[in-house]
């Protein structure tokens, strides 16, 4: 891990030397009080030396009173910074896999100086759905600061849920499911005529997902860039970012320029895209004409909203960026699932060709990949003024309250056989999605799941009615994780029927 000790020494000697300045400075103020003999200038010197000793003092208190919470121990400067990323930034989920391993269902982290706690659970806890604990939305709200993906929990954010949610329930998402059929359609005819590979299957799944979720939202007046790959390429630079600022020190985003200007380029590249989806609406139905018929989309009650343009762009980009890499990839794993077990294929296949059971198995694949497979591998909640109780434990306010997906999902006193791929444990639904919450929970839960599932079960419907799916033995697959994961391949051919 030679570049993260590399980073790790730069913010150590950056903590170390905002302190030593600090030391310098009051000690120089000192002097100058001594030599002229006046209070004044050694209150002054006081003054210097009162933020460091109350900083000093809160880090100290923090590790106290956390101290009875299992976990490894951690530094004074960095915190289990090492801990956590011991496998690499994109690899933070097996790092806490093998802390719970070690320590249990709930584990203490402490950050980096100036950074709230984090207590990790492997469980999912009735605490998660209380609506006084506020999504942790530090690094989302440096990056997308006026979408829902970074505001508070407060009138804003309700605001922006109220316009959005009537567009996405269920209800709505199925009337207009023929869009997601129409999108899954063109990806799978194009498949039959020229065919895919497994190096190029991820690609072309992240290009259907960024596709369908924008045609759904925006309707005939998205149009895909002309450089699709670029496009992709900055929403990536996105969430790399907004994942990066979630666990390093709070200065990252003033001292690594080089990661602050490619994130700067690529938002104003995706803002472009965007915000001529809004221009060409507004132009092409003007507001309040009573000549033309209001679209029944989301962009629509996006422009229509007493937003800022800044508003309107940023949502539907968090709403992009909150979908895409998550459906490919949990696409990408159900192709893999399906290819290694004949039986599910099959059976998913009659669903998706309707032959009386209707599509209600593919939606039990779609969940259940999601089960083992989550592509948002954790979340969390913020305690800002309240203890929370959790295992017997006392869990202080201002603490970070993750839930690993992932452990969660794999858990055998939740699932049975749980590291068995079996769609149909969720027929009866004696083992919930409540289980193991894959969309989040509580008020700040996914806004866009039912879009989410409804893309995710068209495609796989599609694919299934047209190929088999067989596995490709011998292949590295490579995960790289930001706010989702990203496979580097998708290790499966599609054999036309």
């Not at 444990?425 to 409540?434: M, Y």
């Amino acid at each position: 891990m030679p570049d993260a000790e590399n980073r790790f020494g730069l913010y150590r000697f950056l903590y170390a030397a905002g302190c030593a300045l600090l030391l310098f400075a009051a000690g120089a103020v000192a002097w100058a009080g001594v030599a002229v003999s006046s209070p004044f200038v050694s209150a002054g010197a006081a003054l210097l030396l009162a933020p460091l000793a109350f900083a000093v003092a809160r880090r100290l208190g923090e590790f106290r009173s956390r101290r009875h919470l299992p976990g490894p121990k951690p530094s004074f400067l960095l915190g289990n910074l090492a801990d956590l990323l011991a496998r690499g930034h994109s690899s933070r989920h097996e790092a806490l896999r093998a802390l719970h391993a070690e320590y249990g269902p709930v584990v203490r982290l402490h950050l980096a100086w100036g950074t709230a706690p984090l207590v990790s659970l492997s469980y999912v806890s009735p605490n998660l759905h209380r609506k006084e604990l506020d999504s942790l939305r530090r690094a989302d709200g440096t990056v997308l600061s006026r979408s829902l993906m970074g505001v508070p929990g407060g009138e804003l954010h309700r605001s922006h849920r109220q316009t959005l949610s009537p567009a996405l329930t269920t209800k709505s998402v199925a009337r207009r499911s023929d869009v997601l059929t129409d999108v899954s359609a063109r990806y799978v005819a194009r498949w039959r005529v020229a065919g895919t590979t497994y190096e190029g299957l991820q690609s072309d799944l992240r290009d259907w997902s960024v596709d369908c979720l924008s045609t759904f939202l925006c309707g005939e007046d998205w149009e895909p860039p002309a450089d699709l790959p670029r496009y992709h390429r900055s929403l990536a630079a996105i969430e790399e970012e907004v994942s990066f600022r979630a666990f390093h020190p709070f200065f990252v985003r003033w001292i690594h320029l080089g990661r602050r200007r490619r994130v700067r380029k690529a938002y104003r590249e995706v803002a472009d895209v965007l915000g001529t989806v809004l221009r060409r609406r507004s132009e092409r139905i003007p507001a309040g004409c009573p000549a033309h018929q209001r679209p029944d989309d989301p962009l629509d009650r996006v422009s229509e909203a007493a937003w800022s343009d800044r508003d309107r762009v940023e949502e539907l980009m968090s709403l992009v960026l909150g979908g895409a890499d998550p459906m490919s990839y949990v696409l990408s794993q159900a192709l893999v699932m399906l290819s290694r077990d004949a039986d599910a294929q099959e059976k998913a296949r009659k669903s998706a060709e309707g032959d009386g059971e209707g599509s209600a198995y593919v939606h039990h694949v779609f969940h259940e990949t999601l089960r083992m497979f989550p592509p948002v591998p954790f979340s969390a909640k913020f305690s800002r003024d309240r203890a929370v109780e959790e295992h017997g434990m006392t869990i202080p306010p201002r603490t970070s309250i993750m839930w690993m997906k992932n452990e969660v999902g794999r858990n055998p006193e939740v699932f049975r056989e749980a590291d068995r791929f079996h769609p149909d444990r969720f027929t009866d639904w004696n083992e919930s999605l409540n289980s193991f919450l894959p969309f989040g929970a509580g008020p700040r839960h996914c806004v866009g799941n039912r879009l989410a599932e409804q893309s995710c079960v068209a495609m796989l419907t599609e694919i299934l009615r047209h190929f088999d799916v067989v596995p490709v033995e011998n292949v590295a697959v490579r995960f790289h994780s930001t706010i989702s994961v990203v496979p580097s391949a998708v290790p499966v051919r599609l054999i036309a029927r």
